[in-house]
């Protein structure tokens, strides 16, 4: 049912080769002899003596790319300048640009766009600050903001090394929702220092992305921006994930036939990801969700230093389970992981309940690999894309701001992303729904439109909506 795509990375390797002491074919054969595939060549310079060439290379892994430059490496007369692949080179000079919706060819436009008459419309705004959606990119535009703390799979970073992420996410809400989102990354020292800079830009934005930021800090930056501020913030990482984990549970348990007041749930990893989709499962209807971190399972007979801890130990777990998951893991009807790879065991799937159901949501690699778990559950779902049933954000925040921005939604609230998780499960019909199928591909063109009318509808449901 499971099953592994195989790489099909390519590289390109610039080669200045000395030609008396070594010749083309050996470079070749050396490839070859280390299962790479030569693809291409091309000449760059060519002289009696030296020969610079672009050579790429079709290889499994990076891994894979290592050996095979390290056995270049080791030939006489090769010298290897530079070694870029197609993803290095899709991010030459960036992957997004501002341009223009039209042309300046004369005084006159040159006057109306800029000065004198510009300042007419900057008085009207002024008197009327509202204005600024209708005459300004503000109607349109989103800020996608990290301070680089918690990149997927990288952990903390350099705010200059997490701008390709945000120029990713930026890349994704235009494709997916036109959506004009700008990426910035914030050299900030501080918690409050974050949330001052986010407001002092926050006049040029309809809405605030916040992406990428540590537990538990990004708990206080969001709950702050969103009682100071009058647009909507998004802290994608807690809430566009638990929005599409229950998008799957919702079409999940129409297949093991299971309510959401019957279920017992555990949530593995107790962050900012962990405490969001246990919110919105217990906004949904859950009675029972046990938590568990390093330390074991969270529970009322224990005390944290940790704010959020204190507020899960109050909400959840009404049995006041303890010990660690292989322990409180017994006839769980659910379990999700957002923590770290290979933490549940096969031994562990084998108590839980009847038809049990799997988000092993660890990337890169999982908290069970589908393989080992394939035999014991009935459904699972994992964050890669080599899987069926991928849990992705991109699912989830497009259609979200396509439809806050289209109603001047002040906030996002929990009614607005509750509809939008079964926005998201609505598109699967009952004909397609399967164990390999509860969650739509992040291509399906439904998803957008079905979010965006389903969180307008919530707005205005619960007064959010500025648009009339």
């Not at 099909?8 to 054969?29: D, P, S």
């Not at 990076?62 to 991010?91: A, M, Y």
């Not at 509750?418 to 591909?441: C, F, H, M, R, W």
Request: charged share 25%; glycine share 6%; with cysteine.
């Amino acid at each position: 049912m499971f099953h592994m795509a195989r790489s099909n990375m390519h590289i390109i390797l610039r080669l200045e080769i000395t030609k008396k002491h070594v010749t083309f074919g050996e470079i070749a054969t050396t490839i070859s002899k280390s299962d790479g595939d030569l693809v291409a060549i091309d000449v760059i310079k060519e002289s009696p003596d030296l020969s610079v060439r672009d050579v790429t290379v079709r290889v499994n892994n990076e891994n894979h790319q290592k050996q095979i430059i390290d056995k270049v490496n080791t030939l006489t007369g090769v010298n290897i300048r530079h070694v870029s692949d197609r993803t290095f080179l899709v991010h030459l000079g960036g992957k997004i640009e501002v341009k223009s919706k039209l042309s300046i060819d004369n005084r006159e436009q040159l006057s109306q766009v800029y000065t004198p008459e510009v300042a007419r419309v900057s008085k009207a705004i002024d008197e009327d600050p509202m204005l600024a959606y209708n005459l300004t990119i503000k109607k349109n535009t989103v800020a996608v903001i990290s301070d680089g703390t918690a990149v997927l799979g990288l952990g903390k970073i350099k705010p200059e090394a997490a701008m390709p992420v945000m120029e990713g996410k930026a890349m994704l809400f235009k494709q997916f929702a036109n959506v004009d989102a700008f990426p910035l990354c914030l050299n900030a020292n501080s918690t409050e220092e974050i949330i001052q800079t986010i407001k002092s830009l926050s006049p040029t934005f309809g809405g605030i992305n916040l992406e990428d930021i540590a537990s538990p800090q990004c708990f206080e930056i969001e709950q702050r921006l969103k009682e100071e501020l009058d647009i909507p913030v998004f802290h994608d990482d807690q809430h566009g994930t638990a929005i599409v984990v229950l998008a799957g549970i919702f079409n999940a348990l129409k297949l093991v036939e299971k309510e959401l007041e019957d279920l017992k749930i555990v949530v593995c990893g107790i962050g900012a990801a962990g405490i969001a989709i246990t919110k919105m499962l217990l906004n949904a209807g859950v009675k029972n969700v046990v938590g568990v971190d390093k330390e074991g399972a969270i529970s009322k007979k224990d005390t944290y230093e940790n704010k959020m801890w204190t507020w899960y130990a109050e909400n959840t777990n009404p049995h006041n389970e303890q010990g660690s998951l292989s322990q409180v893991i017994e006839d769980a009807d659910i379990f999700i992981g957002v923590s770290a790879a290979g933490v549940l065991k096969v031994d562990d799937v084998k108590k839980m309940a009847k038809d049990p159901i799997v988000f092993a949501l660890a990337n890169p690699n999982p908290e069970i690999s589908p393989e080992e778990a394939s035999p014991y559950v009935k459904v699972m779902a994992t964050g890669r894309s080599d899987y069926p049933n991928q849990v992705n954000n991109v699912l989830c925040f497009p259609g979200i701001f396509r439809g806050v921005l289209d109603c001047r939604a002040t906030s996002i609230n929990e009614e607005m992303k509750l509809a939008a998780s079964k926005a998201i499960a609505s598109t699967i019909s009952q004909d397609e729904l399967n164990v390999d199928y509860i969650i739509p591909g992040v291509f399906n063109r439904e998803v957008v439109p079905k979010i965006r009318e389903a969180v307008i509808q919530a707005a205005y449901d619960t007064g959010v909506a500025q648009k009339v």
